[in-house]
């Protein structure tokens, strides 16, 4: 993964333009996430068109240091969806070739971009038994949002630095989610996330 240069920029202009996904989290976190709506649905889709197989990709965009105050945060401007991928039901491989053609495409784009984050699918629906009852279905801690050990795995084994994060699609029986995982303390742990909407998002990748 290519270092990401740090830019200065006033994280208040993105947060006044953008909802938190949760305050209290906010408020603790290390690191701050802002995600284009647009983004956040194409990811949804592309989850729920996978079926019962992952499916995931990179968010690229731009690593910010807040002039005055002292706080690191990510800008997402676009998604690539991963090529050249080895996918199942419960893991999603990268490989050389996933590299080479997010490279291309953030070459062609030439906006100064790099890859932020990396996202992927869980058919979480598709992991219950299709006789057990939507009530129990709707419970079941299978479906909630987690990072596997392989999801893990892969994040601490090629995005190591502090500031890298993963966002996961969840398609689950109660609907589709998103939740963005990154360092905390030494650990990866859920983050907030901010979400910019699209009228936003646009006027930031002028």
Known sequence: ?????????????LISRSLTDDDELEAASPLRVFIPQ????ETRELGEAA?????????????????VQPVLFLEVT????????????????????????ARAAIAIRNRGEQPILW?????????????????????CSMQQPFLSADDLLLHRTVFS?????????????????????GWSEGSVRQLPFRVLDNASAAESTR
């Open 78 to 101: 676009a998604q690539i969806p991963a090529a050249h991928t080895s996918a199942s039901a419960t893991s999603l491989s990268f490989s050389d070739e996933t590299w080479f053609a």
């Open 119 to 139: 996202w992927h699918s869980h058919p979480s629906k598709w992991f219950c038994n299709e006789s057990c009852p939507m009530e129990q279905r709707l419970k």
């Open 38 to 41: 647009e983004i956040l649905d």
């Open 161 to 181: 630095k502090a500031w890298q994060a993963a966002l996961l699609v969840n398609v689950a029986d109660a609907g589709t989610t998103h939740t963005v995982w």
């Open 51 to 67: 079926g019962n197989m992952e499916t995931g990709g990179l968010l690229i965009g731009h690593l910010h240091r807040d002039p």
């Open 1 to 13: 993964v290519v270092e990401a240069p740090l830019t200065e920029r006033e994280i208040d202009e």
